[in-house]
């Protein structure tokens, strides 16, 4: 009240005094009102100004743990608009996001289709391998030369930056990590003999070699045998086609990349995966149906218990945790019944164990009209407050080298555990050859666990279909 009578009184003299100078020149009194009015004026302005941009952004994630993709991005807003008034740049931007779960085909033809017609989205996040595929089709941003202009950036984890590369060039950020475990169920190997102290050490014994993929298959079949688990139920992958096959071949000893553009088919290194894998059915370990691209059925088959040993993602974690076992007591159920380490090696091949990590990469689409924008945001979703809330929620591990002193994130048991596996990860090629590749390796694994084909023969009809489809784009080495 004080200082509103005070303002009232300096309000009243001006006044009085130009009243008393009417037919004088202004009082500098009078000028100093003036210009003080013009300058609240200004300032206001100030605060308003802003032309808003609309950027899209396109993700696919499994609700509700994955949902930080896109939602990172929503939040990132905020920071990226701020960022834009202190370099005195007047846009500002609205964002608007799609995100849903379809299946990665799909995903991978809607936004190839979207290009085609001119409506692609701003941001796209995706798996790295389809820079393999967008990047010569001249769909994305080439970021390479502006990466350094973001500093937080430069937090990213030097080794993920390879996973957005194609042909020396950098076509996006990353967006997140993972690895690819296998899942041991404790309650089983107990009832089939094991101490605790054999079970706790069995993550080590893998990861030196003392444990491999053949006493992988001949404990699951011991259990097969013994009624701990039913008949196909010793092991199981993935239930369909995707990335993880791929590190079965490097276990083999199989190698895909080489000096020059055109992808390795090791012929030796298949047809011991094919051969693995045709035993693992004629053992009984494997249901030759396991095939059947149910997932729902997959995942309840481990979470329930009725599967020994499961090759699975680290994300399956958080999934399993918030839908499947949130009734049983959630996490901590998990970690009563189920353990994990890295893919155990193969004797007959590199006898190494090993992992494969698939970044997720935000890429930037080449339709789009404010490219500054689209990585302004991105770069503001990249800092370690924001990805560790994902990466716990999701059950993916860190970008950031920060978040490895970074408390909330450290605290993660899951995720502490699950990081060493990085030591021993391997990644999928961005190749434009890599899905007829893929597909065609696939082919082999079907033929073999549907018992069609012998895994010789299934080997003869892979090198032939390689060499029809990809020609000098493929090597097939004996």
């Known amino acids: 009240m004080f200082r509103k009578r005070t303002g009232l009184v300096i309000v009243s003299l001006l006044v009085v005094l130009a009243m008393l100078s009417a037919c004088a020149q202004p009082t500098p009194e009078v000028r100093i009102v003036k210009e003080t009015v013009v300058v609240e004026k200004e300032v206001v302005k100030e605060v308003q ?19 930080g993709r896109c939602n990172n991005l929503v939040s990132a807003v905020g920071a990226a608009n701020v960022a834009l008034a202190q370099m005195g740049d007047d846009r500002r931007i609205d964002l608007e996001i799609i995100q849903d779960n379809k299946d990665w085909g799909e995903y991978k033809t809607e936004f190839e289709l979207a290009s085609d017609a001119g409506e692609a989205p701003d941001i796209v996040c995706s798996g790295h391998e389809h820079i393999g595929d967008w990047a010569p089709a001249g769909l994305l941003v080439d970021v390479t030369d502006v990466i350094g202009d973001y500093p937080e950036f430069a937090d990213v984890i030097d080794a993920l930056w ?138 309840t088959g481990i979470t329930d218990g009725d599967v020994l040993f499961a090759f699975g993602g680290s994300w399956n974690w958080a999934e399993w945790f918030s839908n499947y076992v949130v009734d049983r007591g959630g996490e901590d159920y998990l970690w009563l019944h189920f353990g994990f380490a890295a893919i155990p090696g193969m004797a007959n091949g590199t006898g190494n164990p090993t992992t494969l990590t698939h970044p997720l990469i935000y890429m930037i689409s080449s339709a789009s009209e404010h490219p500054d924008l689209a990585l302004l945001l991105i770069s503001k979703a990249s800092v370690k407050e924001l990805n560790t809330d994902y990466a716990i929620a999701s059950g993916h591990l860190g970008i950031l080298k920060s978040q490895a002193e970074y408390g909330p994130y450290t605290s993660s048991k899951f995720l502490s555990q699950v990081l060493p596996l990085l030591d021993v990860t391997t990644f999928l090629p961005n190749s434009p050859y890599w899905s007829s590749w893929s597909e065609t390796y696939y082919l082999g694994i079907q033929s073999v666990e549907s018992r069609s084909l012998t895994p010789e023969e299934a080997l003869d009809v892979v090198v032939e279909q390689l060499q029809n489809e990809l020609g000098d784009n493929v090597v097939i080495r004996d």
């Not at 190997?189 to 993550?203: M, Q, T, V």
Request: charged residues 30%; contains cysteine.
């Open 49 to 67: 100004v802003g032309q808003p941009v609309k950027l899209v952004a396109r993700c696919k994630a499994a609700p509700p743990h994955e949902d």
């Open 162 to 299: 390879a996973s957005t590369e194609y042909k020396g060039r950098r076509w996006g950020v990353p967006q997140d990590a993972e690895a690819r475990p296998l899942y041991f169920n404790k309650t089983r190997l107990k009832e089939l003999g094991w101490s605790d102290a054999d079970i706790g050490s069995l993550p080590d014994r893998i990861a030196s070699g003392e444990f491999t993929w053949e006493d992988m298959f001949d404990t699951a079949e011991e259990a097969v045998n013994a009624g701990v688990v039913a008949e196909g139920n010793g092991w199981w992958h993935r239930p369909k086609n995707g990335g993880d096959f791929l590190y079965y071949y490097y276990a083999a000893g199989g190698e895909i990349t080489g000096e020059g553009d055109a992808l390795i088919f090791d012929k030796a290194a298949a047809l011991k995966v094919y051969e693995k894998l045709y035993a693992a059915v004629d053992r009984g370990i494997l249901s030759d149906t396991r095939l059947d691209g149910d997932w729902t059925t997959w995942h």
